[in-house]
């Protein structure tokens, strides 16, 4: 199993509250994702990261924020959490230099906004 | 924009029934598609890879195969363990993102 964690894994939080998301791996890839899952939509990127604080937009980032400062650890923040954010987050790690396309997927985090 | 669609959406099969699943994709060019496995309460587990048209790959009683519009993965005399949802995803050529269809969900009954 691709060595990666997040944390926490169940959240309950109210509206307006400031939420972070931890995704840690221990296998030294250079790509990070985050990705949420609801029902009756794929797997939605919401946003991803190419290497130390570089970061980009995936096509559900709106209300949503991420930071990359080692290579291990990619957070993601909701500043203000809605109820719309409630879902299933999910955390993906690859390495195509590495010749690693196949991205690996975290255990998840169950988070809802009351 | 690329786009994945997989059907059915749900199959119940009795243990013994092979049966196919569909991933039919747009995409401008493909780099590579790719088949997860995910169990209730848990992340996608990846199973294949499959990057040009005709290719084939397999594992256990799975079988994934890829034309220029489509894939199949072919599940043959099903067990009860392999119920579980079937998540295909298509990369595009210069691209390292990922777009998923919503996925098949599988229940094979003993």
């Known amino acids: 199993d691709a060595g990666i964690t997040q944390s926490p894994r169940h959240k309950v939080t109210e509206t307006g509250t400031p939420v972070t998301l931890r995704c840690h791996q221990t296998e030294n890839h250079r790509y990070m994702y985050w990705y949420r899952q609801d029902p009756g939509h794929g797997l939605r990127l919401i946003h991803y990261?190419?290497?130390?604080?570089?970061?980009d937009k995936g096509e559900v980032s709106d209300g949503y924020s991420v930071s990359r400062s080692k290579t291990e650890d990619f957070l993601l923040t909701l500043e203000s959490a809605t109820s719309s954010q409630t879902s299933v987050y999910f955390c993906?790690?690859?390495?195509?230099?590495?010749?690693?396309?196949?991205?690996?997927f975290g255990p998840g985090t169950r988070l809802l906004v009351l | 924009e690329d786009q994945v669609t997989q059907s059915p959406e749900a199959l119940r099969l009795q243990e013994g029934e092979s049966s196919s699943l569909n991933c039919s994709y747009t995409?401008?060019?493909?780099?590579?598609l790719f088949w997860y496995r995910q169990d209730p309460g848990k992340g996608p587990e990846f199973l294949f890879t499959?990057?040009?048209a005709g290719e084939e790959k397999e594992k256990e009683r799975l079988k994934a195969t890829l034309t220029k519009k489509e894939s199949f993965l072919h599940i043959t005399a099903p067990k009860p363990e392999d119920s579980a949802t079937y998540l295909c995803?298509?990369?595009?050529?210069?691209?390292?993102?990922?777009?998923f269809g919503k996925g098949n969900q599988v229940v094979v009954i003993p």
């Open positions: 499959l990057y040009s």
């Open positions: 993906a790690i690859s390495d195509p230099a590495g010749g690693q396309e196949t991205q690996y």
């Open positions: 995803a298509v990369q595009a050529t210069g691209n390292n993102r990922l777009a």
């Open positions: 995409v401008s060019g493909l780099r590579g």
């Open positions: 990261s190419y290497g130390v604080k570089d970061t």
